[in-house]
């Protein structure tokens, strides 16, 4: 009897991993055609000021986004090089302050 069960619930799992991989496939082939197309321009139905009009700028905003964030992290170094006792210091008491209310959240 838990044979035809787990036979029943086995086929059903197949069913359903087939459907998904027909769906991914699906997604997959509409995201590739969309890929390369443009949006509709600003001001027209359905469009946002603040969405990219093609796949090229938003690569363009992320390559942006990433240098600026490497100089960010640029000059926090340098930071740490000309002040390195008081990073310590600042290090040290933002991990005694998790610390402390962690140790809190595990008392109630």
Known sequence: MTEKIHEKELDALKADIARLRDEITSLAASAKANAGAKTAAPGEEGQDHGEFSTFADLL??????????????????????????????????????????WHQGDKQ
């Open 60 to 101: 363009h905003k992320l390559a942006t986004s990433r240098v600026q964030g490497e100089k960010v992290v640029k000059g926090l170094a340098d930071e740490v090089e000309q002040h390195p006792l008081v990073s310590v210091l600042a290090a040290f008491g933002f991990g005694y302050l998790v610390a402390k209310l």
